[in-house]
Structures are given as C-alpha cells and as structure tokens.
C-alpha cells in the first residue's frame, strides 16, 4: 500500500503550490503523517509532519512559507507550499513519521526556476 502523492509541477520562485497525498486506506488511526522531499544527490529529508491532533512541525527551511494539513475523512495530507524558492526543487513523497510504514513510491517532482 503506498500513499499516492500529486500536485507537483514546474513554477516560478514566489509562486504557491498545493501538494495532496492519499491512500486507500485509513488515516484515522496514524498518529503522525509528514511530507518529505528529496533532492539530486541529496539524502530524504522530512520537511513537515502534522499529528491527529492538529499539531504541526516544519523543518527550519520551509517554516513560514509551507502549511501541512490532513483530512482524514478524505485520507488524505496536504502540503501548501507558498513563496517558493529554487532551494524547493525535489521529489516530494509523504509518509508516516518514526516508523515508516507505507512503501515510498514515485513522489511528485517539484521544480522551481528563478
């Protein structure tokens, strides 16, 4: 079972991006979800994660300019991703956080030009 993410593209520095990730499954009880990214040559790094309860935490490069979300009637977590910056170019994927517990899959490519 993976969590399928999308919403990816090509966009100018400044611009906003919303990025969605569901599963067929159940989020209900997933205490913590993230967003993570990964870029060329670079390890992945997790950049945002959201508790059930509501509870956020972002990565200092991304904090202020990026919004985690969940929906979990929807089973799905969304990344907002505002003022965007060349630095953000990655694969995005999300995940559990701690435990890894879905496998990774392709992850949306995010690019952006300067």
């Known amino acids: 079972v993976q969590l399928q993410a999308s919403g990816g593209g090509l966009v100018q520095a400044g611009e906003s991006l919303r990025l969605s990730c569901t599963t067929s499954?159940?989020?209900?009880?997933?205490?913590?979800l993230g967003w993570y990214r990964q870029a060329p040559g670079k390890q992945r790094d997790l950049v945002a994660s959201i508790f059930n309860g509501g509870t956020t935490s972002y990565a200092a490069s991304v904090k202020g300019r990026f919004t985690i979300s969940r929906d979990n009637a929807k089973n799905t977590v969304y990344l907002q991703m505002d003022k965007v910056k060349p630095d953000d170019t990655a694969v995005y994927y999300c995940?559990?956080?701690?435990?890894?517990?879905?496998?990774w899959g392709k992850g949306t490519q995010v690019t952006v030009s300067s």
């Open positions: 995940n559990t956080v701690g435990i890894i517990r879905y496998s």
């Open positions: 499954e159940s989020i209900r009880s997933i205490n913590v």
